[in-house]
């Protein structure tokens, strides 16, 4: 009599379970899932969210609809507060976090209103390294003139002090003496770009190699730009080209662990999460979803003909990084960094 409960008691619970899968599965059936960006249409996160937006659907049970929505303002900080503290955990929301979206946290940015250790991650469509141009004509051309103070400084375009492509020269100042200056102002890359053509600046960095080679393997090709540095991981495409690697000259753990802070957005170039909260049976199929659309042939090309670089890596991958990053966030560290954000003086 015993053994005959034990028996349908596990039968029971098989049956639970396989309902509660189910129904999680029905669930999309008919349904809309949004596939959030904290950007403005037209720039890179815009295009990868499209690209997921175009593939997702036919790996979700029920082949739900699926759209992009894009929530600008403030270089993704609007749209991460909203996602943390309004958007509905439903299931129904796979989110695009911006690359800086940890290390803003973690360097007390003003007005965050999240906690990036909250978000539930399904991983990276890519990660890789920033690469350092100079223009065809600029008076240094290898990495060993830059980091040689005995030359001119080289001069950067840059955005804001926050962003990788003012941060990085003034890193570099921090760690070697003054080898870089910056203007800064620029609205985007872009922008900095058209200054190198023009002669208005002799170097660019904070620019991803994949943007490189979306948006400027024209001016690559040509000769008009050149790579003299790359940073942030080795990537066989520039150890090819044989491109000096920046990281081996950083050699002292106070500065590599204050890099390792000031490169945090590049170890997560393209993060995808769902929200805090959400119910783990929809997680568990939001992520398979995310893993199959990243090996889908059709997706692989469409991304090729976009110039897109996909280089993927698992939500483990998000939670140790994050963890790791904890370590090395000690209050030297941070204060180093934050002088060189514009934080502190």
């Not at 969210?49 to 699926?66: E, Q, T």
């Not at 090996?295 to 897109?308: E, V």
Request: charged letters at 20%; hydrophobic letters at 45%; glycine letters at 8%.
């Amino acid at each position: 009599m015993f053994l005959r409960r034990i028996f349908i008691g596990l039968i029971v619970a098989v049956a639970i379970a396989g309902g509660s899968a189910g129904a999680a599965e029905s669930f999309y059936e008919g349904k809309t899932v949004k596939v959030i960006t904290p950007h403005q249409p037209g720039g890179g996160y815009d295009t990868y969210a499209r690209l997921f937006g175009r593939h997702l659907g036919k790996y979700i049970p029920g082949k739900p609809n699926v759209i992009v929505i894009n929530i600008p303002g403030g270089s993704g900080l609007i749209g991460t507060n909203y996602l943390y503290n309004v958007a509905k955990p439903d299931g129904l929301s796979f989110v695009q976090l911006s690359w800086d979206s940890a290390q803003a946290q973690y360097l007390n940015y003003p007005n965050i209103r999240y906690d990036v250790s909250k978000f539930i991650w399904l991983g990276l469509a890519n990660s890789g390294p920033i690469t350092v141009v100079v223009r065809k004509e600029s008076p240094i051309q290898s990495m060993d003139q830059w980091l040689d103070t005995k030359t001119n400084p080289l001069i950067f375009g840059c955005t804001g002090r926050n962003s990788l492509t003012c941060s990085i020269p003034l890193a570099m100042n921090d760690i070697f003496g003054t080898t870089s200056k910056i203007v800064a102002g620029y609205k985007g890359t872009a922008p900095v770009r058209a200054a190198l053509l023009q002669k208005e600046v002799d170097a660019l960095t904070g620019w991803s190699w994949d943007s490189v080679k979306a948006t400027g393997m024209s001016m690559l090709d040509e000769g008009s730009i050149k790579i003299i540095a790359y940073l942030g991981g080795r990537h066989p495409e520039l150890e090819a080209r044989k491109i000096p690697f920046l990281d081996e000259r950083v050699t002292k753990p106070a500065d590599v662990a204050f890099m390792k802070v000031l490169l945090l957005p590049a170890a997560m170039l393209r993060p995808w999460a769902v929200l805090p909260k959400t119910p783990d049976d929809k997680v568990a199929i939001l992520r398979k979803a995310f893993a199959a659309t990243l090996k889908d042939p059709k997706f692989l090309a469409d991304a090729k003909r976009a110039r897109l670089e996909i280089n993927p890596k698992p939500a483990e991958y998000m939670v140790n990084l994050i963890a790791d990053i904890k370590k090395q966030m000690t209050p030297e560290v941070i204060s180093r960094a934050r002088r060189i954000v514009g934080l502190e003086k």
